[in-house]
């Protein structure tokens, strides 16, 4: 039950104290000292909230510990999500030795047996597809006339090309169809490397000059840009012998129904 006083005659009060209910016993304060001892809890509370925020902040800096040790400015954090953790979000694509954006050894990229038998026959496989291609490419009709080489890998393909006198111009230069036809069939070739086993036809080629092609060597080089559904984007480059720029294209490609077959020179 709570503490109730006694009852005082008429007259009489209670002088000014304050009363605690304790599990020792009622100890009574002064309310002139009360004000005083509660700023003084309260500044206390401050220093402690303070001193619990420094250590927070300790606990979130992390740090990572190896056996060779690391230098202080050292960035080991990721840079994709930018946390500081010692563990990989697995976010980055890795590079051919297996190391990821931050400079570290990605684990996403160790394989096991199953996995390094399926990228084996994979590569294998667009070996072969690339080479089928080439072999397309060269046995076309149209590229009689031309004598053009040809290589391919992924996502890209190189064209090479000799300007013969029949296609000169009168001012001595190469024709704009020749180079218009390798631009557009490296272009072409770059997207089709990642497609299988069907036919890729454009859709549109855009085509700039430069300035205009001497005779001698042509080289086009195409590369795959992206894809919006099932358009392919890619561009091309075409460049003479001495490396300096003619012309380049940007193309759309989109896969037909008709299936590369033998027939075709696909083999």
């Given amino acids: 039950m709570p503490f109730m006083p006694p009852r005082l005659p008429r007259g009489v009060q209670w002088a000014s104290c304050h009363i605690v209910n304790s599990r020792e016993g009622a100890m009574p304060r002064d309310h002139g000292n009360r004000g005083k001892e509660a700023e003084e809890i309260e500044c206390g ?14 606990k979130r800096i992390r740090t990572v510990s190896t056996k060779k040790g690391v230098k202080k400015y ?10 500081r953790s010692a563990w990989c979000y697995r976010l980055c694509p890795p590079d051919a030795k297996g190391r990821g954006r931050c400079g570290r050894v990605a684990p996403h990229s160790f394989m096991g047996r199953t ?43 190189e064209i090479l090309v000799q300007v013969k006198k029949e296609f000169l111009d009168p001012d001595g230069t190469a024709q704009t169809t020749l180079c218009m036809k390798v631009l557009a069939d490296a272009a072409a070739y770059a997207a089709s ?3 299988e086993p069907y036919l890729m036809k454009a859709v549109a080629v ?20 992206g894809s919006s559904g099932d358009h392919l ?12 720029e003619i012309a380049r294209s940007s193309g759309t490609f989109v ?3 008709t299936e590369l077959s033998s027939d075709m020179g696909y083999e």
């Fill in 115 to 157: 996995q390094l038998a399926i990228a084996k026959h994979k590569r294998k496989r667009l070996k072969e597809h690339f080479s089928k291609l080439e072999r397309m490419y060269l046995s076309a009709p149209c590229n009689d006339l031309y004598e053009p080489g040809i290589r391919v890998s992924e996502g890209a393909a």
């Fill in 255 to 257: 896969a037909c129904e």
């Fill in 45 to 58: 509370d401050r220093d402690e909230d303070g001193e619990r925020r420094k250590k927070m902040q300790k």
């Fill in 206 to 225: 855009n085509v700039y000059f430069t300035e205009a092609a001497p005779s001698g060597r042509l080289i086009a080089r195409g590369r795959l840009v």
């Fill in 74 to 83: 050292t960035y080991l954090g990721c840079v994709m999500t930018r946390n």
């Fill in 193 to 195: 490397s990642t497609v």
């Fill in 233 to 244: 984007m890619a561009e091309s480059l075409l460049t003479d012998s001495d490396g300096v």
